[in-house]
T-cell receptor, first 116, second 114 residues
């Protein structure tokens, strides 16, 4: 158990809909990352939040947005869903203390999104 | 942008034998982190081993060890005494310090046969 909790584990929805994926990082971790794993694109970095602030963006579509709340949990919002958005979405957290990063990310079990 | 290449889509190994997974990467950075992550059928990403580029000594974690060749930009993973529980997809990943973005390879599926 990595200590990172993601909900829901599975989600099936229709094209055009909107969903929210939730992530609770490990206790004490200030950084939260979102990754997308799909068959055609592999594992891709989406976005990084540190202590409530966006730190870096990767290949995240404009239809997607994220935020990190004061209690450090994060949500990834996916809207106007398309068939190609079907993927496994991972949240990860890391220990960042005093700006020092060990380089190790702790991943949740992922949220499997299926768009029909 | 950093690219990570895993040239072996699938590998099969007999239980108790040794298997080596290859990984190469492309970067102009001098300092960085390299990782091997394991993704079993349960799909959770589990860190197997981590290497810091400025350390010449190869990292080892129990039955898992790496061969880090910085000049060749190569980072292979050796699994010794393979166990059935090692069956998983293995991803090589690269990270620049202060960047915190992992760049993953395409993965190698390892099947351990009884």
């Amino acid at each position: 158990d990595s200590g990172v909790t993601q909900t829901p584990k599975h989600l099936i929805t229709a094209t055009g809909q909107r969903v929210t994926l939730r992530c609770s990082p490990r206790s004490g971790d200030l950084s939260v990352y979102w990754y997308q794993q799909s068959l055609d694109q592999g594992l891709q970095f989406l976005i990084h939040y540190y202590n409530g602030e966006e730190r870096a963006k990767g290949n995240i579509l404009e239809r997607f947005s994220a935020q990190q709340f004061p209690d450090l949990h994060s949500e990834l919002n996916l809207s106007s869903l398309e068939l190609g958005d079907s993927a496994l979405y991972f949240c990860a957290s890391s220990q960042t203390s005093g700006g020092h990063h060990t380089g190790e990310l702790f991943f949740g079990e992922g949220s499997r999104l299926t768009v029909l | 942008a950093q690219t990570v290449t895993q040239s072996q889509p699938e590998m099969s190994v007999q239980e108790a034998e040794t298997v080596t997974l290859s990984c190469t990467y492309d970067t102009s950075e001098n300092n960085y982190y390299l990782f091997w992550y394991k993704q079993p059928p349960s799909r959770q990403m589990i860190l197997v081993i981590r290497q810091e580029a400025y350390k010449q000594q190869n990292a080892t974690e129990n039955r898992f060890s790496v061969n880090f060749q910085k000049a060749a930009k190569s980072f292979s993973l050796k699994i010794s005494d393979s166990q059935l529980g090692d069956t998983a997809m293995y991803f090589c990943a690269f990270m620049k310090p202060n960047d915190y973005k992992l760049s993953f390879g395409a993965g190698t599926t390892v099947t351990v046969r009884a």
